[in-house]
């Protein structure tokens, strides 16, 4: 193989500019690589068995590993090992046409962006040479280290492990026509909820099986042997079955071994030519016959078994992650990348056929590179309360709306690992139905129900977010204590939110259950720290967490919610009949200032009390009583939507998709806020009134949850965390003194 300068001669196409590397002709190029096994017009190849699509399904894969090694080791930085193991599975998914592919392998990032460039879904972020996929490699407005919707022809992100499956489920679920492919790792499958998610999915919705794990059976994890590397083919079999999986496709690189290679995992690029050949005809042949079993009705994994790292710069866990020595002039990878490279022709050839799959580049056809089409949900029937009537239950108001919203959306879900009845939404229940296959009219349910109510938060937060990702509209709800379990992925679709270069519907939660109505729980029930997730998570741009004062305010808050683009949404509310305080055009005043005012009295003093909850104000509105009788004039603010309370820098709202610029002007900020003292209360964290005191120049101080404990009500819980009137005007007096 001989070595050239990147830079091309006019012989060269433009994209192989930062080739380092070109290498001989294959064996039989001459009879197998002159002609594009998928024709021009069609989408894949006729033919898995058909020698010629075996033989460039086998070029592709090492043109995969030729870029997802060199474009790591323009940065000696990131992860070529994982990707290198399964690089025939891939090549063979992209040869059959299916392109809509998910990884919850965040580390297969260089190999997803090599696929990427090869089908020229990447020009459209000007990316045209191979030179410039290097220098773009890990760079702001480049291609991240971990996947994102942000790069053309990626469907989902892919960070922590454990997620993948759930957007694939998700698009599975929207567009039961296609194929979605998610390939997770033997390290990845030791997280609890990839079984365990697939598994009651597949009991709800039996019918939607068009996803397929591709599971990359390497034999390592990050840094070590991975958990399952000591299983038996027979036995790794059995695990998928015993989880419900109908077929098993498996295909093993070491019943193709013609080197003598020790141990269970071995590099097929070791093998004889004839033997690769051989190799990937298997794997071709068997994501075919997975894909149609999938595509037919059938819960379907394909296994690839190949030692991680096979065809790269080293093995095993070795070949996970490059370090500042593995650099483009270093000799082991100068050896690693001579032994991948390929003719000038087949580099043509792979292009072509990874052009032509799929009917085109996946940047231009996969589902998440255009809006879904979604039914029009029209004017809501929203019901306006009297002020000053009956007390109200304020998640019992907002299930009327979403009850609307299923109607009219067939393929919007709510999900709840708790049960909605227990938060007072059964009427969402009554109305949609829990998907079940036992039908019960008792419990509300039916097989084709749409309340997914699987025992598991991440499963519930996957599915809900990934419906939005994808395009769709979904709720889930949780007890705010048990939410914490599914934020994890519940963040990384806000995140991909903020980047995407489309719009899709917001992902809303509803979080019910608040702390101070779970006294007899005790502190288990008890964790309202969860808001200073949120709280943090408000700085990013797209995320607003919203506090309805009342029934009233909780289906204009949910209305309004409705209506937004690419943001996450939280609602938190308590499930308790508590007094109607606000009309609706108040509000939606409050959705759009931060904060609206309740009651206004005067003195000698003002005092201002900023409160950031529902049953919380009821102490509040008893510290003013007292205030007022000794001439301490009283303002009570709802706080609704705290994001809008942050000075415009202090976000990054300007970087986000569909950005949301509008932030409380200085002069109201005072009109609302501005008085002799102001005192933060939440039932919450504290962090949650940050917005307002940094904005605040009065005296100030704030009123928060510390830690739960087991009580007989809410008011003795409030009392035990120091939130009583008598403590309010305490620190009233204090203020003014």
Same mark, same amino acid.
């Given at each position: 193989?001989?070595?050239?300068?990147?830079?091309?001669?006019?012989?060269?196409?433009?994209?192989?500019?930062?080739?380092?590397?070109? $290498?001989?002709?294959?064996?039989?190029?001459?009879?197998?690589?002159?002609?594009?096994?998928?024709?021009?017009?069609?989408?894949?190849?006729?033919?898995?068995?058909?020698?010629?699509?075996?033989?460039?399904?086998?070029?592709?894969?090492?043109?995969?590993?030729?870029?997802?090694?060199?474009?790591?080791?323009?940065?000696?930085?990131?992860?070529?090992?994982?990707?290198?193991?399964?690089?025939?599975?891939?090549?063979?998914?992209?040869?059959?046409?299916?392109?809509?592919?998910?990884?919850?392998?965040?580390?297969?990032?260089?190999?997803?962006?090599?696929?990427?460039?090869?089908?020229?879904?990447?020009?459209?972020?000007?990316?045209?040479?191979?030179?410039?996929?290097?220098?773009?490699?890990?760079?702001?407005?480049?291609?991240?280290?971990?996947?994102?919707?942000?790069? !053309?022809?990626?469907?989902?992100?892919?960070?922590?492990?454990?997620?993948?499956?759930?957007?694939?489920? +998700?698009?599975?679920?929207?567009?039961?026509?296609?194929?979605?492919?998610?390939?997770?790792?033997?390290?990845?499958?030791?997280? !609890?909820?990839?079984?365990?998610?697939?598994?009651?999915?597949?009991?709800?919705?039996?019918?939607?099986?068009?996803?397929? !794990?591709?599971?990359?059976?390497?034999?390592?994890?990050?840094?070590?042997?991975?958990?399952?590397?000591?299983?038996?083919?027979?036995?790794?079999?059995?695990?998928?079955?015993?989880?419900?999986?109908?077929?098993?496709?498996?295909?093993?690189?070491?019943?193709?071994?013609?080197?003598?290679?020790?141990?269970?995992?071995?590099?097929? /690029?070791? @093998?004889?030519?004839?033997?690769?050949?051989?190799?990937?005809?298997?794997?071709?042949?068997?994501?075919?016959?997975?894909?149609?079993?999938?595509? +037919?009705?059938?819960?379907?994994?394909?296994?690839?078994?190949?030692?991680?790292?096979?065809?790269?710069?080293?093995?095993?866990?070795?070949?996970?992650?490059?370090?500042?020595?593995?650099?483009?002039?270093?000799?082991?990878?100068?050896?690693?990348?001579?032994?991948?490279?390929?003719?000038?022709?087949?580099?043509?050839?792979? %292009?072509?056929?990874?052009? %032509?799959?799929?009917?085109?580049?996946?940047?231009?056809?996969?589902?998440?590179?255009?809006?879904?089409?979604?039914?029009?949900?029209?004017?809501?029937?929203?019901?306006?309360?009297?002020?000053?009537?009956?007390?109200?239950?304020?998640?019992?108001?907002?299930?009327?709306?979403?009850?609307?919203? $299923?109607?009219?959306?067939?393929?919007?879900?709510?999900?709840?690992?708790?049960?909605?009845?227990?938060?007072?939404?059964?009427?969402?229940?009554?109305?949609?139905?829990?998907?079940?296959? /036992? /039908?019960?009219?008792?419990?509300?349910?039916?097989?084709?129900?749409?309340?997914?109510?699987?025992?598991?938060?991440?499963?519930?937060?996957?599915?809900?977010?990934?419906?939005?990702?994808?395009?769709?509209?979904?709720?889930?709800?949780?007890?705010?204590?048990?939410?914490?379990?599914?934020? !994890?992925?519940?963040?990384?679709?806000?995140?991909?939110?903020?980047?995407?270069?489309?719009?899709?519907?917001?992902?809303?939660?509803?979080?019910?259950?608040?702390?101070?109505?779970?006294?007899?729980?005790?502190?288990?029930?008890?964790?309202?720290?969860?808001?200073?997730?949120?709280?943090?998570?408000? %700085?990013?741009?797209?995320? @607003?967490?919203?506090?309805?004062?009342?029934?009233?305010?909780?289906?204009?808050?949910?209305?309004?919610?409705?209506?937004?683009?690419?943001?996450?949404?939280?609602?938190?509310?308590?499930?308790?009949?508590?007094?109607?305080?606000?009309?609706?055009?108040?509000?939606?005043?409050?959705?759009?200032?931060?904060?609206?005012?309740?009651?206004?009295?005067?003195? /000698?003093?003002?005092?201002?009390?900023?409160?950031?909850?529902?049953?919380?104000?009821?102490?509040?509105?008893?510290?003013?009583?007292?205030?007022?009788?000794?001439?301490?004039?009283?303002?009570?603010? +709802?706080?609704?939507?705290?994001?809008?309370?942050?000075?415009?820098?202090?976000?990054?709202?300007?970087?986000? +998709?569909?950005?949301?610029?509008?932030?409380?002007?200085?002069?109201?900020?005072?009109?609302?806020?501005?008085?002799?003292?102001?005192?933060?209360?939440?039932?919450?964290?504290?962090?949650?009134?940050?917005?307002?005191?940094?904005?605040?120049?009065?005296?100030?101080?704030?009123?928060?949850?510390?830690?739960?404990?087991?009580?007989s009500s809410a008011g003795e819980l409030m009392a035990f965390n120091g939130i009583t009137a008598e403590t309010l005007v305490r620190k009233v007096k204090q203020l003014v003194k």
């Amino acid at each position: 193989m001989t070595a050239i300068t990147p830079k091309v001669t006019s012989a060269h196409p433009p994209f192989c500019e930062g080739i380092q590397y070109f $290498g001989e002709a294959f064996p039989e190029f001459e009879k197998y690589g002159q002609t594009n096994a998928i024709a021009s017009g069609k989408t894949s190849v006729s033919d898995p068995q058909d020698p010629t699509a075996v033989y460039q399904t086998l070029l592709a894969a090492d043109a995969l590993r030729y870029l997802t090694l060199q474009i790591t080791g323009s940065k000696a930085s990131g992860h070529p090992g994982g990707f290198a193991s399964q690089a025939e599975a891939y090549a063979a998914l992209v040869m059959l046409g299916y392109k809509n592919i998910i990884t919850e392998v965040g580390h297969h990032a260089p190999g997803f962006y090599s696929a990427m460039f090869l089908d020229r879904s990447l020009e459209d972020m000007g990316i045209r040479t191979v030179q410039q996929l290097r220098d773009r490699f890990r760079e702001r407005h480049g291609l991240l280290g971990h996947l994102s919707g942000f790069i !053309p022809g990626i469907l989902a992100p892919a960070g922590p492990l454990g997620q993948g499956q759930h957007f694939a489920m +998700s698009a599975a679920f929207l567009h039961r026509d296609k194929l979605f492919p998610f390939t997770v790792g033997d390290g990845g499958l030791g997280e !609890p909820y990839v079984m365990s998610s697939i598994a009651h999915f597949n009991t709800a919705y039996p019918e939607v099986t068009n996803f397929l !794990p591709v599971l990359v059976w390497n034999g390592y994890s990050q840094e070590h042997h991975s958990m399952v590397s000591l299983k038996t083919n027979d036995e790794m079999i059995a695990y998928w079955l015993g989880n419900g999986f109908k077929k098993v496709v498996i295909v093993d690189a070491k019943d193709f071994d013609d080197q003598e290679q020790p141990g269970d995992y071995v590099d097929s /690029t070791a @093998f004889s030519f004839t033997g690769r050949l051989a190799f990937t005809k298997a794997v071709l042949v068997g994501v075919n016959e997975a894909a149609r079993s999938a595509l +037919s009705g059938n819960l379907t994994v394909f296994i690839i078994k190949q030692l991680k790292g096979a065809g790269v710069h080293a093995k095993g866990s070795k070949s996970h992650n490059l370090y500042p020595k593995d650099t483009l002039d270093a000799p082991h990878m100068i050896e690693a990348l001579k032994a991948r490279a390929l003719n000038l022709e087949a580099w043509e050839i792979v %292009r072509t056929n990874c052009e %032509r799959a799929g009917g085109g580049p996946a940047g231009k056809t996969v589902v998440t590179e255009s809006e879904l089409e979604l039914p029009k949900l029209g004017q809501l029937t929203l019901e306006e309360y009297p002020v000053g009537g009956d007390a109200k239950i304020s998640t019992t108001a907002m299930g009327e709306l979403v009850a609307q919203v $299923g109607k009219t959306d067939k393929n919007f879900v709510v999900s709840n690992a708790d049960g909605n009845q227990a938060s007072q939404i059964g009427n969402i229940n009554a109305a949609l139905k829990i998907v079940h296959p /036992t /039908t019960d009219d008792t419990y509300y349910q039916a097989p084709n129900g749409q309340v997914y109510e699987p025992l598991s938060e991440d499963a519930c937060a996957g599915f809900a977010a990934g419906l939005c990702l994808m395009g769709g509209r979904s709720l889930w709800c949780s007890y705010e204590s048990f939410a914490i379990n599914g934020l !994890p992925i519940w963040q990384t679709v806000t995140q991909a939110m903020a980047e995407l270069r489309r719009p899709t519907p917001s992902t809303i939660t509803l979080f019910t259950a608040g702390a101070l109505e779970q006294g007899r729980n005790g502190w288990t029930h008890q964790r309202p720290e969860i808001e200073a997730y949120f709280a943090a998570m408000m %700085r990013n741009g797209n995320i @607003f967490p919203l506090f309805p004062t009342d029934a009233n305010s909780i289906q204009t808050c949910y209305e309004w919610a409705l209506n937004t683009k690419n943001k996450g949404i939280v609602i938190t509310a308590s499930k308790s009949p508590l007094p109607i305080r606000t009309t609706f055009e108040q509000t939606r005043q409050g959705l759009h200032d931060g904060a609206i005012v309740l009651q206004e009295t005067s003195g /000698t003093k003002k005092v201002v009390f900023a409160v950031v909850g529902d049953m919380i104000l009821k102490p509040v509105y008893e510290a003013a009583k007292i205030l007022e009788t000794e001439g301490i004039g009283v303002k009570i603010v +709802s706080v609704i939507n705290p994001r809008r309370l942050y000075l415009p820098h202090e976000t990054a709202w300007d970087t986000c +998709s569909q950005p949301d610029g509008i932030f409380l002007d200085n002069i109201k900020f005072a009109q609302i806020f501005d008085g002799d003292a102001l005192i933060g209360v939440t039932g919450g964290a504290g962090a949650m009134l940050e917005p307002i005191m940094l904005r605040s120049t009065a005296p100030r101080t704030t009123v928060a949850w510390k830690r739960g404990e087991t009580t007989s009500s809410a008011g003795e819980l409030m009392a035990f965390n120091g939130i009583t009137a008598e403590t309010l005007v305490r620190k009233v007096k204090q203020l003014v003194k």
